[in-house]
């Protein structure tokens, strides 16, 4: 069965460096993949996507990477922040436009 | 504004109530979903819709039902609670022709069965 793995156990960082996240995945092939951003008690908010045939994305501090043979992609917040802790979730959405979601990996930055 | 709405936020209910969670957006998307989230664990598809009067169940059984006569709104139904129903209930929608097909969710519904 298809399934998605991150960083079971929370990860924490001293403000200023640069937090990477990982998420690997079995049994699938997606057309995308998307990483998103939720606090507690909210939804999660869209943060970034990756189609199959890209490599790398950037936005702001922001850098995810997507390796279609490994079946990984890296999630690097630069210059992180305190206000940057959460709960980031990596998404897979295949071409039939179904979404899977991993658990999460819980970011804590240490001021 | 355009956004997406989920109420009530938090509900406490008793074994064998009938209970409605709403959900309204206000982009006109015409994908909806909705998930099953328990603390510390990933996201279930339970129920998905893509337009009026199409409903499919996701990946995750459910013994709740939904119901999408207008675009905008797709409530979720449960005939009976019981409290293995309890867990954080989230909406979303996509499909506003952005060039990310995104999900936009919700706040979430927190529902407790006592």
Redesign the interface.
Known sequence: SQK?EQNSEALNIQEGKTATLTCNYTNYSPAYL?WYRQDP??????LL?IRENEKEKRKERLKVTFDTTLKQSLFHITASQPADSATY?CAL?GRD????????TRLHILP | EADIYQTPRYLVIGTGKKITLECSQTMGHDKMYWYQQDPGMELHLIHYSYGVNSTEKGDLSSESTVSRIRTEHFPLTLESARPSHTSQYLCASSGGGGPYNEQFFGPGTRLTVL
């Open positions: 998605i998307q008690g909210r939804g999660p908010v869209f996507l979730l959405r436009d179904k979404i899977i979601f991993g658990k999460g």
